[in-house]
């Protein structure tokens, strides 16, 4: 199947974003050290790229985000920054020197409806829960959303300056790594569909949206009789773990209520597509009389090569 192009509608949108490691590994494994990298790096990302996050959740070998971004570009920067510097300090720390994501990241459009839009917090908060590793959000010992939005604090993390350490090794001076350590805080958004209630209301419905995840998680309990894992447990697991089966399947193109509104999101998705597949087509023949459509990421150009001559 061919990939997804990179696609928001004009005016920006809410987007959740969901990224996987190599063979679904744990290489995202919860410590004290990682969570801190992690809120570092995401805090250090939303804040050069302006992108207002609204609710992150990190498991062992994968990860959401709810954000909101103006164009396919601000997401791509933002999610090259983040990822680049995850692999590289997350590797560090598991001993991972191989390729650490599995593919792209998969972003789908929220529509503005707000049962969309809280539906996918709902499921966000549900990571860790929902797959049976820990009965309640606030016990999953990775980075998560659910203490910031229910008490209103940062996610606060360090960032390691390793171009500014680098110099100073190279100059001799003498290396104290808390020297180069910076600390970065994120302020969690609230939904666009609720950023105008006060943030007491707000974290109130946060809450109930939990309530309802740890009511779900223990009446799975009583039925199946199988307790969670536990947040122990999930510490001591392996990070180059290679689990048996990994869920997969193809993300939606959208996610909305009212099948109007799917549609509609579904028909400007289609004609940015053919409008890019035909400026694609122009360009392969050569032709100048084109345009791709507005927020689009040109496909490259094969490299000129010199004549051959003999």
Known sequence: MARRLRY?????????VTCRTIQGRLLLRPSAGLNDVIRGVLARAARR??????????????????????????????????????????????RWREKFWGGRFQAVIVSDEEEAQVARLSYVLAQGVKEGLVAS?????????AQALTEGTPLSGRWHDRTLESGARRKGIPIEPEAFMEHEELQL?????????????????VLQ??????????????ETGKAPLGADAVCRQNPHHE??????????????????????????????????????HRLRAGATDFEF???AFPP????RLAARTG
């Open 300 to 303: 490259r150009l094969p490299i």
């Open 137 to 145: 959000p606030f016990d999953w010992p990775g980075v998560h959303c």
């Open 8 to 16: 928001i509608p004009p005016g920006g949108a809410l987007v959740e």
């Open 189 to 205: 958004t609230p939904l666009p569909c609720w950023e105008s209630i006060p943030p007491e209301e707000y974290r109130a419905r």
């Open 49 to 94: 790229s302006e992108v207002p996050i609204h609710a992150p959740a990190f498991l062992s070998n994968h990860y959401h985000l709810l954000l909101t971004v103006t164009d396919a570009q601000q997401l791509a920067e933002f999610m090259n920054y983040l990822n680049s510097n995850l692999a590289r300090e997350a590797g560090r720390l598991a």
């Open 209 to 222: 949206l939990i309530d309802a995840i740890e009511h779900d998680a223990r009446r799975l309990q009583e």
């Open 243 to 280: 689990p048996n089966r990994i869920k997969k399947g193809p993300a939606p193109l959208v996610h909305a209520v009212a099948p109007a509104v799917r549609r509609s999101l579904r028909k400007a998705y289609f004609a940015f597509r053919k409008a890019y597949r035909y400026a694609a």
């Open 293 to 295: 459509p507005v927020g």
